[in-house]
């Protein structure tokens, strides 16, 4: 393209390079020539300037793929976290004839666990909203990798070392749940992040279902349930590095284009969250999820295998943790895929499609869960099935809850959200529910009578797992609840992510829209 103009002009925003008789104008976008020609009058040659383009389209690229990559690291590490968590599931009943206790000891191996790691996210959700969150990660799973490890090594006469060692484990855990999600939240907006969360979540069944059947199977090898524990800590130290080299952190808020905000005090995070409807209703609902996986992951294999000898046809507990391994990897996969697809697809239909996908749930599972009780003591194949549809229908809600929490919630409270969600979900849920079944078992046992024969173990637990199906149909009112306010907590998040609340009173628009 060429022209004429006149001796002088002036661009804004460009920058000119005089060099004898050539003048170069250059902006982000064109390079403008100027050159004298043979009759002294400016012909202009304008060619297209790509250069910054093609750079900021390069750096954009790398982020993106280091965005990418980031997730999978979450999703090893929350993998392995799980893994963990369920393996001595799986080697249970050599758990207890090695340390030579009952079931409630049993159960409370779980529950301390669970304690600490409660009890401990609320701190590091603290942390997580202000402070480095690959710092707090890489610490938190280099102490759950050393702790893991030591455990294998306590032996059969100080089960309360072992006991604390486990409890313990649950810290490193706390400093890793509450912050990835958050994380990935800031990485991504709107249906990529829906789709990312769903990656992440898929770890959690997977890795359950793995912690089964590694475990079991590993120790089933080398004859020594201590092995099975013995696995995932060079994992976890790996993860570490990869942490600490690779993972991008994102600045708080950067993919909501929020980084006006900045933190509040913790008291100040608190009410606010606690004036939240649907927070509070998705954490209650939540806490039904918790409390009946946490049941099932815990005492599942052992009730399957009473059941089976009750049956006639006794299996080991490496078959026995495989089977259940298998159906939780494939049930939780199903769930999360389709629960994360219908929440896309609901998304366009109504506001309110999330807390209802939970509700669902929760509601449909109970006839399953029911019916798998039911029918245990007669045939194992269609206990199975049931489980299996059971657990799917659970499994609904996995990343579906923590998308709602992300986006009813501003950025620099979402670690805090996450922490206080964990804490009350695992006091109300699975700190307490493989205790209170082997409590209430055991006590079912008592009245029956001859404790150790295969009838009173199946009845024991089949009574005492009845509990689960009325907390799930519990849940599922919850998440009804939160349809009612999810629509106006999402807008108000939004207002004050975008600094557009003219309503705001003079603290709020301090702590929420203060800027930068």
Aim: a neutral charge; aromatic letters at 12%.
């Amino acid at each position: 393209m060429s022209g004429s103009l006149p001796n002088y002009f002036i661009l804004d925003d460009m920058s000119v390079e005089v060099v004898g008789q050539c003048s170069t104008i250059e902006s982000d976008k064109t390079k403008i020539l100027e050159v004298g020609n043979n009759e002294g009058e400016s012909e202009i040659s304008v060619s297209s300037n790509t250069t910054s383009q093609k750079a900021a389209q390069a750096k954009s690229n790398n982020k993106l793929r280091r965005s990418y990559v980031t997730v999978g690291i979450l999703f090893l590490v929350n993998l392995l976290n799980y893994m963990d968590r369920f393996t001595i599931a799986g080697v249970l009943d050599q758990v207890k004839d090695y340390y030579h206790i009952n079931n409630a000891q049993g159960g409370a191996l779980q529950t301390a666990f669970i304690v600490t790691y409660m009890i401990f996210a609320p701190i590091f959700g603290y942390l997580g909203d202000r402070y480095s969150r690959k710092a707090i990660m890489a610490v938190g799973i280099f102490l759950w990798s050393i702790m893991t490890l030591a455990g294998s090594f306590v032996p059969r006469e100080n089960f309360y070392a072992f006991l604390a060692l486990r409890a313990l484990v649950g810290i490193g855990e706390a400093s890793y749940s509450t912050i990835a999600p958050t994380i990935i939240a800031d990485l991504f907006t709107k249906e990529k992040r829906s789709q990312m969360l769903m990656v992440f979540y898929f770890a959690i069944p997977v890795g359950s279902g793995l912690g089964y059947i590694v475990g079991s199977n590993v120790a089933a090898a080398l004859h020594e349930w201590q092995w099975a524990l013995r696995v995932t800590p060079g994992l976890g130290i790996l993860c570490v590095v990869l942490i600490a080299l690779v993972l991008r952190e994102p600045p708080r808020g950067e993919a909501d284009g929020a980084h006006h905000l900045r933190n509040t005090s913790w008291l100040a995070d608190i009410k606010h969250l606690s004036k939240n409807k649907s927070f509070l209703m998705t954490t209650f609902g939540f806490t039904a999820v918790a409390f009946v996986a946490g049941a099932l992951a815990w005492w599942a294999p052992s009730f399957m295998s009473a059941a089976l000898q009750f049956e006639g046809n006794p299996k080991t507990d490496a078959k026995i943790s495989f089977i259940f391994g298998i159906i939780t990897c494939m049930a939780g996969i199903a769930g999360v895929a389709i629960g994360g697809e219908v929440s896309q697809r609901l998304k366009s239909v109504t506001s309110q499609g999330d807390p209802l996908i939970c509700a669902f749930g929760l509601l449909a599972c109970c006839p399953f869960l029911f019916g798998a009780l039911v029918v245990s003591r007669h045939n194992s194949a269609v206990t199975w099935i049931l489980i299996f549809f059971g657990e799917t229908l659970l499994c609904l809600n996995w990343s579906v809850q923590a998308d709602i929490m992300m986006y009813i919630v501003v950025p620099t409270r979402r670690s805090t959200a996450a922490a206080i969600q964990i804490l009350i979900s695992h006091l109300l849920g699975d700190a307490g529910s493989p205790y209170l079944i082997g409590v209430v078992s055991m006590s079912v046992a008592e009245s029956i009578g001859n404790e150790e024969s295969a009838y009173t173990r199946f009845y024991s637990l089949q009574y005492a797992m009845y509990m689960t199906t009325f907390v799930a149909a519990l849940g599922g009112g919850f998440f009804l609840a939160c349809a009612l306010f999810v629509t106006q907590d999402r807008a108000r998040a939004d207002k004050a992510i975008k600094a557009l609340d003219s309503d705001s009173t003079s603290e709020n628009q301090a702590s929420l829209a203060a800027s930068a």
